[in-house]
């Protein structure tokens, strides 16, 4: 059974960094691609970042850019979201996402409130 679970969501203030961490079992996790979405309040959820099996091929929503970086350790079992320049705009929950033999599954989400 796959579980994902997401932690380092919290507040921060605008120009400020946080690293979101996404803990995965249930299934051989170096064998997929991982991904980051976020939902802000009341509008869709948005596709954030992607990365590879070995790291490889990350790719980003432009709206992200140059101040997120996508990384996963296959040791541990885990793929980060290191956020950098954070803008209020980027306040939403954060969620980790895998599609394994077509399932698609989620973590419960981090919060993470950017204001002053």
């Known amino acids: 059974q796959v579980q994902l679970v997401e932690s380092g969501g919290g507040l921060v203030q605008p120009g400020g960094s946080l690293r979101l961490s996404c803990a995965a079992s249930?299934?051989?996790?170096?064998?997929?691609?991982m991904r980051w979405y976020r939902q802000a309040p009341g509008k869709e959820r948005e596709w954030v970042a992607r990365?590879?099996?070995?790291?490889?091929?990350?790719n980003y929503a432009d709206s992200v850019k140059g101040r997120f970086t996508i990384s996963r350790d296959n040791a541990k079992n885990t793929v980060y979201l290191q956020m950098n320049s954070l803008k209020p705009e980027d306040t939403a929950v954060y969620f980790c996402?895998?599609?394994?033999?077509?399932?698609?599954?989620w973590g419960q989400g981090t919060r993470v409130p950017v204001s002053s």
């Open positions: 996402n895998v599609i394994v033999y077509t399932v698609n599954s």
């Open positions: 990365i590879g099996t070995f790291g490889n091929g990350a």
């Open positions: 249930g299934f051989t996790f170096s064998n997929y691609i």
